[in-house]
Every structure is written in structure tokens, then in C-alpha cells.
């Protein structure tokens, strides 16, 4: 939510961009979850995973702020109760 504020408070004014048609916003949440989601996992990998590194595994990192952001769940009109748009939220800031 921070960097979010901060990228706003910064941006100069693009309304869209016209190729995917997505705005400013979603084009932020775009940016973010692409620095965290670069692979396919298998479920072994999670398990070895899980048990070396104390770090969330990296679908994770992406998904778990982004279920919890009302600003995200706007941005991509996703509905509510749905599995980015959980009723029950974890807002840190």
C-alpha cells in the first residue's frame, strides 16, 4: 500500500497504455507480482523448498499482498469472496 501511494504520488500522467489496455494502476500491480513470479513450481520443489529457506515461496510473495489489497481488488474489479478478493483481509499498513 505504501509503494502504491508513493507510485501515485510520483507518476506522471499516462491515462493507459493503449497495446494491453490497462491503466496506471493495474499496470503497478502488473509491474509488482512479475518481480515475484517468474517460474513454475512443482509441488516437490514447495516441499524441499518449505523446509530450507524461511522465506514464502515466490507465488506467494505476488499473490499473498495482492489478495489482501482493496486497491488491487478495484483496480481489476475482481469480485468479492473471490480467490483475489477474500472476504477476510490481512492489511498491514
Partial sequence: ???Y???????QADPTIADIGYDD???FFTAFVQGWWCFKATDNFYTNFLHMDPHSPA???AKGPMMNSLLFA???QCPKDSPMN???KCVVW
Fill in 1 to 3: 500500500k505504501l509503494a
Fill in 5 to 11: 501511494m508513493a507510485y501515485q504520488k510520483a507518476k
Fill in 25 to 27: 494502476t493495474k499496470m
Fill in 59 to 61: 507465488e506467494w510473495r
Fill in 74 to 76: 478495484d483496480a481489476f
Fill in 86 to 88: 477474500p472476504a477476510k
